[in-house]
């Protein structure tokens, strides 16, 4: 079973729509939760880490729920500008600190 | 200030030659990380460096693969013998003091083995 499972879309919603990508990470050591952004044929960016109270930034919103080891990211009002592809990263410190991605959720933003 | 350095940005060769891949990080950045994307495995660590030490590099796939950190401003990845299977995004990537600081990536190198 893979570390960390993303659905991969693609999610192609209009401007101003809101949108919803999940990930799920299969170990419960899993010590800290990242999204990241990666522009087509560009390096990932991180986007916000993710806390268990859940945190906010903008129009950017990201939620943990540890029972269920899931991580969530929304995005409201999107824009033509969030199309990307969203990377979800969990960070195990039983395994020396390593990062693990998921391979990615694309998302297009139609005009 | 410079984000890390990445070269070459494309690399084609043949199967069986050497191939090194180098990398600059961010000037102070104590770890540095290694880390290759294909559509299908999305983004592996291969290994990451500490103050210029192998910390884990239990993502190498196989012996053909090593990497090394001489100092603080230069890494290598270096494959030999390389094969079409080898072909992938290598990245670059290099955090401030901790392996769960940011994480900074390079552009990348994209390597096609023919």
């Known amino acids: 079973r893979k570390e960390v499972e993303q659905d991969p879309g693609p999610f192609n919603v209009p401007e101003g729509a809101t949108v919803a990508f999940n990930c799920t990470y299969s170990?419960?050591?899993?010590?800290?939760f990242f999204w990241y952004r990666q522009d087509c044929r560009k390096e990932p960016k991180l986007l916000m880490s993710?806390?268990?109270s859940g945190n906010e930034d903008g129009r950017f919103t990201a939620q943990l729920n540890r029972a269920s080891q899931y991580i969530s990211l929304l995005i409201r009002d999107s824009k033509l500008s969030d199309s990307a592809t969203y990377l979800c990263v969990v960070n195990r410190m039983d395994t020396g600190n390593q990062f693990y991605f998921g391979t990615g959720t694309s998302l297009t933003v139609i005009p | 200030d410079a984000g890390v350095i990445q070269s070459p940005r494309h690399e084609v060769t043949e199967m069986g030659q050497e191939v090194t891949l180098r990398c600059k990080p961010i000037s102070g950045h104590d770890y540095l990380f290694w880390y290759r994307q294909t559509m299908m495995r999305g983004l592996e660590l291969l290994i990451y460096?500490?103050?210029?030490?192998?910390?884990?590099d239990s993502g190498m796939p196989e012996d053909r693969f090593s990497a090394k950190m001489p100092n603080a401003s230069f890494s290598t990845l270096k494959i030999q013998p390389s094969e079409p299977r080898d072909s992938a995004v290598y990245f670059c990537?290099?955090?401030?003091?901790?392996?769960?600081?940011?994480?900074?990536f390079g552009p990348g190198t994209r390597l096609t083995v023919l």
């Open positions: 993710v806390y268990s």
């Open positions: 170990n419960s050591a899993s010590q800290s």
């Open positions: 460096f500490n103050n210029n030490v192998p910390i884990d």
């Open positions: 990537a290099s955090s401030l003091h901790t392996s769960t600081d940011t994480q900074y």
